[in-house]
């Protein structure tokens, strides 16, 4: 019996123990392999085993692995961080690096306050988030994060941000064109600043795709353009956390460049790495950074492994992967042959509502009726149901189950490492179709489904 945190003991049996992996697969010690749909947690974007990324892993722990922040930098920082310059839009050039999702937004909400701070500006300190998020699992994060399930033990400590609706295109009223709806969502933030106080507001935090509490939903074209004139108009910085969708997930850089639009502060994390080490990050633009620089001189956040030399020079060797092999534009591709066939499975099985994505990051959403839309009871566990029949049958996806009881759906995300070829496309297909079918079955027999 292990003794690993990891265990399940609601699920009444351990885990199985993974061996290897090796590109989209992984194998556990009884010998089962396992096709990992979702990259794990949508982090091992380049595929499992990759040599470079364990030389360049190597050759870093020869030389020093851990030097402390305020000590020294070291070559593999300046270097990832000046490549992270590169790939960011606009002015976004300075990297405050930590080691998890969670502690880069909850970085990014510190930098956010201490700015307006710095400006004189103090009561500047709360930031809007939207009910359909999740931005980690710390308090600051877990703050600004919509997903019910995750915060529901904590929510009478959690700090009072406000939050307001996000654009969920399967849901939009009938009568609404998707330009409109895109432009009511986005003037909501202008309702939540102005009633809240724009002198008391730092900061609005989005996902450019929202990921965990939603699935893979894409807002309509136009949403972030609004966001970005609003927070402009009342001096809100805006947070693009690109934990998920960033490094060429959704087949741009980042999420937010579908839209054009710079943010300014950005958040990386899981593709960063791609799993092979703890590494995130916090992007900020040169105008928070000069200002902190001509105040008090010093950002005040960080922890023991923040810029840490060993995770920088394997996120500098995954970043290297990622252009040497164009996955950006892979995902783009593969993405797009992916979706189409999730969409195909979507028009033959009921229990489908929508399938839906960008680039290599896309969902499932499972409805009781596919004409009204009528969402799942959230504790009914369909998705989980799915995930389960899945992993049975040698598939791995991802649970997007954080949302509003009879509001948000169901969902499992599909995101595969960005290295995925058309025929291993395929062969995940036709799993997953194998698993939905179970389900669909058990829940036609149970008459719990038309
Ligand atoms: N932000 C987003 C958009 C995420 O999807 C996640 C994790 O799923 C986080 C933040 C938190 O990252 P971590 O789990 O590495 O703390």
């Avoid at 310059?85 to 300075?94: K, T, V, Y």
């Avoid at 922890?303 to 060993?310: F, G």
Wanted: charged share 20%; glycine share 10%.
């Amino acid at each position: 019996m292990t003794k690993s945190y990891v265990i399940k003991p609601e699920l009444g049996k351990e885990y199985p123990v993974i061996s290897h992996g090796k590109g989209i697969y992984l194998y556990d010690k009884e010998g089962n392999r396992y096709i990992d749909g979702s990259s794990g947690a949508v982090t091992a974007s380049i595929g499992h085993g990759v040599e470079e990324v364990a030389e360049a892993m190597y050759a870093q722990a020869k030389e020093v692995s851990f030097v402390y922040r305020s000590h020294f930098s070291s070559d593999a920082v300046e270097k990832l961080a000046t490549k992270l310059a590169e790939w960011a839009p606009g002015s976004l050039n300075w990297t405050f690096f930590v080691s998890s999702g969670s502690e880069a937004t909850e970085t990014a909400q510190k930098i956010a306050i201490q700015y307006w701070q710095e400006k004189g500006r103090p009561t500047k300190n709360r930031i809007i988030s939207r009910w359909m998020s999740y931005h980690g699992i710390t308090m600051g994060a877990l703050s600004m994060s919509g997903h019910v399930l995750r915060r529901k033990r904590f929510t009478s400590l959690l700090a009072d941000y406000p939050a307001i609706t996000g654009p969920y295109p399967y849901r939009k009223p009938e009568d609404m064109s998707l330009e409109s709806y895109a432009l009511a969502c986005a003037n909501e933030l202008e309702t939540a600043i102005l009633r809240v106080g724009p002198e008391q507001v730092a900061a609005f935090i989005a996902e450019p795709v929202i990921g965990a509490s939603g699935g893979a939903v894409v807002p309509p074209d136009g949403y972030f353009q609004r966001i970005r004139e609003i927070c402009d108009k009342y001096e809100v910085l805006f947070i693009a956390d690109e934990v998920m969708t960033g490094v060429g997930r959704t087949g741009k850089a980042f999420g937010i460049d579908h839209w054009g639009v710079v943010p300014d502060l950005m958040t990386l994390g899981k593709g960063m790495s791609a799993g092979y080490t703890p590494m995130a990050a916090t992007i900020v633009s040169d105008e928070i950074i000069e200002t902190i620089t001509k105040g008090s001189g010093s950002i005040m956040a960080g922890h023991t492994y923040s810029a840490n030399p060993q995770s920088a020079a394997v996120s500098l060797a995954v970043l290297d992967y990622v252009e040497k092999h164009q996955l950006v534009e892979k995902a783009a591709e593969q993405g797009a042959y992916l979706l189409a066939q999730l969409k195909e499975l979507a028009d033959e099985l009921p229990l489908i509502g929508e399938a839906r994505g960008l680039g290599m990051l896309c969902a499932l959403e499972f409805v009781k009726n596919k004409q009204t839309k009528e969402p799942f009871a959230l504790s009914g566990g369909v998705g989980g149901k799915v995930i389960q029949k899945a992993f049975e049958k040698g598939l791995l996806i991802y649970p997007a189950m954080g949302g509003i009881e009879g509001v948000a759906g169901d969902a499992v995300i599909i995101s595969p490492p960005l290295t995925i070829t058309t025929e291993q496309i395929d062969e995940l297909i036709s799993l997953l179709k194998e698993a939905v079918i179970a389900v669909q079955q058990e829940l036609q027999d149970k008459a719990l489904i038309g």
